[in-house]
């Protein structure tokens, strides 16, 4: 079966609007993907003819509610490969899920001392609430560089590992510069629990959390052709023992009296309050929608679009690619000598395309490339080879403006 790129376009109907009177080139998907009318339709499906609160109700509308709304556990495990949905944990998004790690699992086990491995690769999600258990707990961080390329060798994080180090946090694909990390390689190489970042390597390429061999693994919905708001994150039936609740409220106890509390076995242990219900409805939908395309099928369409956005970008003499490591989604993210990222971004914005300029919630990363900002392109999987040539034109004027 062929890879119908432009029929699959037709499924996500704001790529068929313009901006400033040119046709929309999308190129922003590392930091939100557009959304297909399968998630569309279910949201709206769930607001206008389902809606009402999950749990405990009696009443057809909530027992229909709670129905969709469970079932979306065992789409994410059958995502992601999970040997059991109980161990899938519903977020708000990747971010939650990281700070559930930090608060329900880390903090409680790490003394003053210990130490958490972590890559310099790491978005700021995967980075702060280790700061937290730093500045709190005295938790020691030991930073693992990538190489000039962006890359990261599975032995320099190993490298980094002591009789103190209690865990290692890395992410699969790099926000940045789409390098993927071999964090299976890792896991296998070390009895230190591995929690991963997986919010854009879930978007690119097929993932295994049993293969992987790891003991966390979060994702976010918005990049996953899903609603802001939801997500996940995948928790080892092993480590969810070893956690206590993050949050309190409603859904995550089993009795509660004036003298104690008791709590619901997991995962409704991690998933205080009322959840958002319509949100993990149409991450379903998205994650559906996905593998009905097929994730290998998807991943291969995006190696094409990689390996042809870097040999055009190599082209460009005057542009510099930071971290364009081999193992790498189809991310790009560019400076030129004389432009601000800013600029470059505001430039391509005229001409339609819309791309992401700044540090990327990377700050660390920016720095080690000695780079303020960048301008990044971000593929999805309804990219096209000309929107490649958009982007190249787009550049080239950008950089007549300020030759």
Not at 26 to 39: E, F, H, I, M, T
Not at 45 to 71: D, F, I, K, M, P
Not at 101 to 114: C, F, I, T
Not at 286 to 309: K, N, T, V
Request: aromatic fraction near 8%; include cysteine; hydrophobic fraction near 45%.
């Amino acid at each position: 079966m062929t890879y119908d790129v432009e029929k699959i376009r037709q499924e996500f109907p704001i790529l068929s609007r313009q901006v400033n009177g040119r046709p929309l080139v999308y190129l922003d998907n590392g930091a939100s993907a557009q959304k297909p009318r399968a998630v569309i339709d279910a949201v709206m499906q769930s607001y206008t003819q389902e809606y009402a609160n999950v749990h405990r109700g009696l009443h057809y509308l909530s027992n229909l509610s709670t129905e969709r709304y469970r079932s979306v556990r065992g789409i994410i495990a059958r995502f992601l490969n999970a040997p059991d949905e109980n161990e899938i944990i519903f977020t708000s998004g990747a971010t939650e899920g990281l700070n559930l790690v930090s608060y329900g699992w880390a903090a409680p086990r790490l003394q003053a001392g210990d130490e958490i491995v972590l890559s310099v690769l790491e978005h700021h999600a995967n980075i702060v609430p280790w700061h937290f258990l730093r500045e709190r707990q005295g938790v020691v961080l030991k930073w693992v560089e990538p190489e000039a390329d962006g890359s990261l060798p599975p032995e320099k994080m190993l490298a980094a590992v002591t009789p103190r180090t209690r865990l290692i946090a890395v992410t699969h694909m790099s926000n940045v510069t789409g390098t993927v990390v071999d964090v299976a390689a890792i896991a296998r190489g070390t009895d230190v629990p591995v929690l991963v970042d997986g919010s854009q390597a879930s978007v690119h390429m097929p993932v295994d959390v049993a293969a992987l061999g790891v003991d966390f693994y979060a994702i976010t919905g918005h990049k996953l052709y899903g609603p802001s708001g939801s997500g996940a994150i995948w928790i080892s039936a092993e480590r969810q023992q070893e956690m206590r609740p993050f949050l309190g409220g409603g859904d995550m106890i089993r009795t509660v009296t004036r003298d104690a509390v008791e709590y619901a076995a997991p995962p409704l242990r991690f998933e205080a309050g009322t959840p958002g219900i319509t949100n993990q409805i149409g991450l379903g939908a998205a994650l559906e929608f996905m593998m009905d395309l097929g994730m290998d099928r998807i991943a291969a369409h995006e190696r094409s679009l990689r390996d042809y956005a870097r040999d055009r970008l190599r082209s460009l003499n005057w542009l510099q690619v930071q971290g364009d490591a081999p193992d790498k989604g189809a991310i790009f993210s560019m400076t030129m000598d004389g432009a601000h990222a800013h600029d470059i971004s505001t430039i391509l914005d005229k001409r339609g395309i819309a791309v992401r300029a700044g540090t990327h919630c990377a700050m660390p990363l920016l720095e080690f490339f000695g780079a303020s900002a960048t301008a990044r392109a971000s593929f999805a999987l309804y990219n096209t080879h000309a929107e490649v040539d958009a982007l190249i034109d787009g550049l080239t004027f950008c950089r007549e403006l300020f030759a």
